[in-house]
C-alpha cells in the first residue's frame, strides 16, 4: 500500500515568516496529493489539493509543489499568521484511499 | 446541509463491550471513509466503501466491522472493545473518490477503560 512520510512534525515560526512542510509518498500510481488543516479538537479541512499533472498550485499565501519524478510533494506557508497555527496533514490518494503522513504542528509565535 | 455528522461524539466503554459509531452524510457521495486518528500517527485507514452495499478494508481493519445498507449511512462496529482502541474516530466522505474533496466528521472521541 502507499506509505506518505511527513517531516518536519513539529515547526515553530515567528509571525510572517515562511513554513515548508514536504511529504513523499511511495506509490507511483498516486496521482492527488491533498493538504488538510486540523486545528485543536476540530476536523481536518482541505486547504488546498494538487494533481499529478500539474507542477504547482497556489491559493493566496498558501502553495504546493509536486515532483513526481522524485515522489515528493510541499506545502508553502508564506506571511504565516496566528491563524495558521494547527496541525498540517499531506496525503496521497491511489485507489479511492487517501493516505496520510503523520502530522506537522506548526505554532506561530508571535 | 449538515455535511457529515458522526454519533457519538464521546463515549466511554469497558473492555470487551460492543458498540457501534453512526456516519451519516447528506451530500449524495458515493465514497464513505473510517479513519483512526493516533497522537503522532496521522489518519490510518480502517475501512471504506465506494458505494451502497459495498465495503472493504483499509490499513488497520482488524477488531473492527462495517457496513453501508444506504448510501447514506456508514457504520462502524467493535465486537469487543481493547483498550489499543481508544482513540478519535472520523468518517470521511467524497463523491468521486479518488481525486476529490474528502469531507470529515467532527470526529467521536473512543476510550476503552
Known amino acids: 500500500g502507499e506509505n506518505v512520510e511527513q517531516h518536519p512534525s513539529t515547526l515553530s515560526v515567528q509571525e510572517g515568516d515562511s513554513a515548508v512542510i514536504k511529504c513523499t509518498y511511495s506509490?507511483?500510481?498516486?496521482?492527488?496529493f491533498p493538504w488538510y488543516k486540523q486545528e485543536l479538537g476540530k476536523r481536518p479541512q482541505l486547504i488546498i489539493d494538487?494533481?499529478?499533472?500539474?507542477g504547482e498550485k497556489k491559493d493566496q499565501r498558501i502553495a504546493v509543489t509536486l515532483n513526481k519524478t522524485a515522489k515528493h510533494f510541499s506545502l508553502h506557508i508564506t506571511e504565516t499568521q496566528p491563524e495558521d497555527s494547527a496541525v498540517y496533514f499531506c496525503?496521497?490518494?491511489?485507489?479511492?484511499?487517501?493516505?496520510f503522513g503523520a502530522g506537522t504542528t506548526v505554532t506561530v509565535r508571535a | 446541509n449538515a455535511g457529515v455528522t458522526q454519533t457519538p461524539k464521546f463515549r466511554v466503554l469497558k473492555t470487551g463491550q460492543s458498540m457501534t459509531l453512526l456516519c451519516a452524510q447528506d451530500?449524495?457521495?458515493?465514497?464513505m471513509y473510517w479513519y483512526r486518528q493516533d497522537p503522532g500517527m496521522g489518519l490510518r485507514l480502517i475501512h471504506y466503501?465506494?458505494?451502497?452495499?459495498?465495503?472493504a478494508k483499509g490499513e488497520v481493519p482488524d477488531g473492527y466491522n462495517v457496513s453501508r445498507l444506504k448510501k447514506q449511512n456508514f457504520l462502524l462496529g467493535l465486537e469487543s472493545a481493547a483498550p489499543s482502541q481508544t482513540s478519535v474516530y472520523f468518517c470521511?466522505?467524497?463523491?468521486?473518490?479518488?481525486?476529490?474533496?474528502?469531507?470529515f466528521g467532527q470526529g467521536t472521541r473512543l476510550t476503552v477503560v
Open positions: 470521511a466522505s467524497s463523491y468521486l473518490g479518488e481525486g476529490t474533496e474528502a469531507f
Open positions: 506509490d507511483s500510481a498516486s496521482n492527488y
Open positions: 494538487i494533481r499529478s499533472n500539474v
Open positions: 496525503a496521497a490518494s491511489n485507489d479511492y484511499k487517501l493516505s
Open positions: 451530500m449524495n457521495h458515493e465514497y
Open positions: 466503501s465506494v458505494g451502497e452495499g459495498t465495503t
